[in-house]
């Protein structure tokens, strides 16, 4: 094999271990995205929404977004982050950790929010109040979900990566490559 192109693979044990982490993890923000609600059942801002429940989803968002750095710092820290296929990986890694840390001051801004309360001024300034949740909280559940959907672009370029190593298959100690046919008859 040409030594240039073995420095372009990331092993294969390394390769389906991050894979892993990166599923687990991915399905850890997903889980978020769709578990972590704003609105109650008939589409509405609760009368009183509960900051304990909208801080969990702060201390959660950042709980995720710990997860997401650590594992671009693990990859980043690899010789095999500066090859082709590493180089990939870790440009939707860092947009992951971007992403996923976007998610928690929104988050933050929602909880916040929903401790002032209306000013009894006018309808209109309750409205404005429960836009300002409504919109924050969908900001945040969409840096989730876009740091999920980044994740998973970067185990596909992992598991795209592993078909390539198909191609590079080295035979192991117990298979020896098949030697090269015998002449046979007389050549003119």
Known sequence: MNPDIRRELIPRATTLHLIDALNAVRGKLSGAFEQWKLLDDTGRVPASPSYTALLQ?????Q???RDVVQLTADFARTTSSTNRA????LAHLA???????????HFAETAQTALSPPRPHSENDSYLRDNR???EHATARACLRRAAQALGDAVQELTDHLDFHR???TPSHRQ???PPPKPRGRHR
């Open 63 to 65: 709980s995720l977004a």
């Open 57 to 61: 989803h702060v201390t959660g968002a």
């Open 167 to 169: 191609f590079f298959l």
């Open 176 to 178: 020896s490559p098949v």
């Open 95 to 105: 947009s992951a950790v971007t992403l996923s840390s976007q998610a928690v001051p």
């Open 133 to 135: 949740m409504v919109v």
């Open 86 to 89: 590493g180089s990939a990986v």
